[in-house]
């Protein structure tokens, strides 16, 4: 596989005209040049808000969906790219930031900046067990499972938090 990190034009059109693509670069937010990874987080703030007052059941259905049909597309979007995790994949953020907002689904504004925040830590600085899962799980799954991790990680610190405010 090839070991290219910049999308050229004919990259970003493959990603955007395959429906797997699309999604794997979190609708377009995975192209800008740099950050790809808190642009992608960002991003699925928009769609959270917009669900944020489901039920918590429907809100399970949404992230194992999601999560499956991110497997799947990352997977796609990795070949096509032949980079099997490129930066510019980021269901996998949009996912993990769902993960890590469940405990913000109630809560004040602040809560949701808090959770975009510890996201984004676990999901960079990748602690153990994440950075083992990253490293030895590849492919689709791969990209999707270490996100999925840290939006735990920053769940479960935004819940503590929040008992602890409360």
């Known amino acids: 596989m090839s070991t290219k990190y910049v999308l050229d034009p004919a990259d970003r059109r493959r990603l955007l005209t ?10 377009g937010s995975g192209l800008t040049p740099k950050a790809q990874g808190t642009f992608g ?4 703030i928009l ?12 809100w399970m259905a949404i992230l194992v969906v999601s999560f499956a049909v991110g497997v799947w597309a990352c997977e ?13 994949l ?34 960079v600085w990748k602690p153990w067990p994440i950075a083992w899962f990253d490293r030895r799980v590849k ?24 008992f602890f405010v409360r």
Do not use: K, T, Y
């Open 47 to 58: 769609p959270w808000l917009l669900l944020r007052d489901l039920p918590p059941l429907a």
């Open 18 to 27: 395959s429906p797997a693509g699309w999604l794997a670069c979190g609708f």
């Open 90 to 123: 980021v269901w996998d953020e949009f996912v993990g930031q769902w993960i890590a907002l469940l405990p913000a689904l109630l809560a004040p504004w602040w809560v949701v900046l808090a959770g975009f925040a510890l996201f984004r830590l676990f999901d």
């Open 139 to 162: 492919g689709g799954l791969g990209v999707m499972l270490d996100d999925v991790i840290a939006g735990l990680f920053a769940a479960a610190v935004l819940s503590l938090v929040l």
């Open 76 to 88: 796609i979007a990795g070949r096509i790219l032949g980079v099997a995790d490129h930066r510019s």
């Open 41 to 44: 987080s960002a991003a699925a």
